[in-house]
């Protein structure tokens, strides 16, 4: 299967790589919960990853996050805040599914 990615997005595996098919991340400490890897990739020089839980994929919602590396080359995931810029890049995710589902 080809993937056809619209020209300012650049597919990524990092936590792929990384992790497999699934991330476990923590509830600011408290509880733990396993999220499926639907997709990583870069816009404009960020990277994203588009993350969904059982519960969630019941609910028919996304987890939207950048992914980062620090210093050391560790990756890590922060919640994308903008409202904005959340639906632009769900938007763009909806677009490259769709494609990746008729090549």
């Given at each position: 299967?080809?993937?056809?990615?619209?020209?300012?997005?650049?597919?990524?595996?990092?936590?792929?790589?990384?992790?497999?098919?699934?991330?476990?991340?923590?509830?600011?400490?408290?509880?733990?919960?396993?999220?499926?890897?639907?997709?990583?990739?870069?816009?404009?020089?960020?990277?994203?990853?588009?993350?969904?839980?059982?519960?969630?994929?019941?609910?028919?919602?996304?987890?939207?996050?950048?992914?980062?590396q620090?210093?050391?080359?560790?990756?890590?995931?922060?919640?994308v805040?903008?409202?904005?810029?959340?639906?632009?890049?769900?938007?763009?995710?909806?677009?490259?599914?769709?494609?990746?589902?008729?090549?």
């Amino acid at each position: 299967m080809s993937e056809r990615l619209p020209e300012n997005v650049k597919k990524l595996t990092l936590l792929h790589e990384a992790f497999g098919d699934e991330v476990v991340l923590d509830d600011q400490g408290t509880e733990s919960e396993a999220y499926r890897i639907l997709a990583e990739f870069e816009v404009k020089g960020r990277a994203y990853a588009v993350l969904q839980s059982d519960r969630m994929k019941r609910e028919e919602e996304l987890s939207l996050f950048y992914i980062l590396q620090d210093e050391q080359g560790e990756l890590q995931l922060e919640s994308v805040m903008d409202d904005e810029e959340w639906e632009d890049i769900l938007e763009l995710y909806d677009e490259m599914t769709v494609s990746f589902n008729e090549a």
